[in-house]
């Protein structure tokens, strides 16, 4: 890294001017480093959304916006997406370094014999109303978790943080298949360690008692694929809030239901469920023109859900993938889905659209996912669900990286105050 180029700040309100140094990181744009800013000038700096601040250094992902590139510790993510696994993705956003074989083999074996979750959960399950929408769920298993590994929760022991890491990786897929199964009031099924985690997970989610499931190794293939693309994504919303509440000291767990609850939101990782609501509700191809004017409306609210995206200004490089996968796993699994159509005829009308084009709007990640999602029998509102156990391993590398980088202090941003100027107290008769 190097820090030797300064900017010259200027200020007029107090006619004197300062010298911020620039901080540059491997790739991307230098940072002005304005960590002295209010002691040296007396002023904050403004920017609502994070549009232009870099709220950490972080070697894990990379992301060009305007180039549509996405690396996981330096790797392409088309070739990740081509070449790897999510397991071994994850391990990667973990450790830094792809895995040799044996460290592959026994980190597999770490998470295979972590995938059973306590009875106790299964029961705390039970209090949820079958309808209770799966993110809220979810959100409430993993913060109890802390309940249930209080011994492991050194957040300053690496070894806890490492456990912590492989438990949640582990189970996540087991807590998720148990929210599905409960909702549609099925007996829970165990994690069966003879399968690797995507067919785990599948058997998990759509196994009955009585006959054997059958399963498409395409159905597999997609899903590991999903969760590769969305296995880390930078300083996201949801990974910036697992940071947030991390610098407080906060256990792992309780860090990532905050996440989880983040992701939760339509212009996140909610986007994907309302995507596919969104295309029920246009409905037919012919409806699309209707849908795009509505989009570009500035006094209708209504947008374009699985459209735009804060960093990428170019096509979003996983989009790209899934859009093939889906063509691939509705073909093979046989699926004639009206909503492929919608979604195709949605994408050429906004990509030819002046408004999209202008403004750079391209389908993102969750613009096809929930196609393949239904495609696999996943219900809509388990889409989410389904983005999370990916974000996971994301979510989990940020929290370990952050706790080992020395001299991290608590997240505490401040503010511009536009209430009212100091006042006295008024007797309630005189009001
Ligand atoms: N449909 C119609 N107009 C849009 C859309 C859209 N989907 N997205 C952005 N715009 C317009 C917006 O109205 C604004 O127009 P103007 O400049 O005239 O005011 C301009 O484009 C810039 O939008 P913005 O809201 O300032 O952009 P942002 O960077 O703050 O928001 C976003 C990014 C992803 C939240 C937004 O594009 C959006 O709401 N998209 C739909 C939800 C979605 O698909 N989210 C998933 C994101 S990818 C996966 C993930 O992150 O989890």
């Not at 300064?6 to 001017?17: I, P, W």
């Not at 073909?331 to 889905?337: A, F, P, T």
């Not at 999602?373 to 940020?398: C, D, N, Q």
Request: charged share 25%; glycine share 6%.
């Amino acid at each position: 890294m190097s820090d030797a180029k300064t900017v010259k700040l200027v200020d007029e309100s107090n006619a004197t001017q300062s010298e911020l140094p620039l901080i540059s990181g491997t790739l991307g744009p230098a940072c002005v480093d304005i960590g002295t800013l209010y002691k040296d000038t007396g002023h904050f700096t403004y920017d609502p959304g994070y549009g232009s601040t870099a709220s950490t250094k972080s070697a894990i992902t990379y992301i060009d916006g305007d180039k549509g590139v996405l690396l996981y510790r330096g790797y392409p993510i088309e070739q990740l997406a081509e070449k790897s696994n999510f397991l071994e993705t994850s391990y990667l956003l973990l450790n830094g370094e792809l895995p040799n074989k044996t460290q592959f083999e026994a980190f597999e074996h770490d998470i295979t014999h972590h995938t059973m979750i306590p009875e106790s959960l299964t029961s705390f399950l039970n209090g949820f109303h079958r309808n209770a929408h799966p993110m809220a769920m979810l959100a409430g298993s993993i913060a109890s978790l802390s309940a249930f590994y209080h011994d492991e929760l050194n957040v300053d022991d690496p070894a806890d943080r490492k456990l912590a890491a492989i438990r949640l990786i582990a189970k996540m897929p087991t807590i998720a298949a148990a929210i599905h199964r409960y909702s549609v009031d099925r007996q829970q099924r165990y994690p069966r360690n003879n399968l690797e985690y995507v067919t785990r997970f599948l058997h998990m989610m759509f196994e009955v008692p009585s006959e054997p499931l059958e399963l498409n190794p395409v159905a597999a293939k997609a899903l590991d694929l999903l969760f590769i693309l969305h296995a880390d994504h930078e300083q996201n919303a949801s990974t910036s809030t697992v940071r947030l509440v991390g610098s407080t000291g906060a256990n792992p767990y309780a860090s990532i239901a905050a996440g989880i609850t983040a992701l939760w939101g339509p212009a996140h990782g909610g986007a994907n469920e309302a995507v596919l609501k969104q295309l029920e509700e246009i409905g037919s191809p012919d409806n699309v023109e209707t849908a795009v004017k509505r989009a570009k409306d500035k006094n209708d609210s209504f947008r374009l859900m699985g459209f735009g995206h804060r960093v990428y200004k170019n096509f979003d490089p996983r989009a790209k993938i899934i859009r093939e996968m889906c063509h691939k796993v509705l073909n093979e699994l046989g699926v004639k889905d009206p909503l492929l159509d919608v979604a195709l005829k949605l994408e050429e009308a906004a990509l030819k659209d002046e408004y999209f084009v202008e403004r750079k709007l391209y389908p993102n990640v969750d613009f096809y996912s929930g196609l393949i999602y239904k495609a696999l029998g996943i219900p809509t509102e388990m889409f989410t669900v389904m983005f999370a156990i990916a974000r996971t391993s994301g979510w989990i590398a940020h929290w370990i990286e952050q706790h080992e980088t020395p001299g991290s202090r608590i997240g505490r941003p401040r503010q511009i105050y536009t209430g009212a100027d100091v006042r006295d107290y008024t007797a309630a008769d005189k009001r």
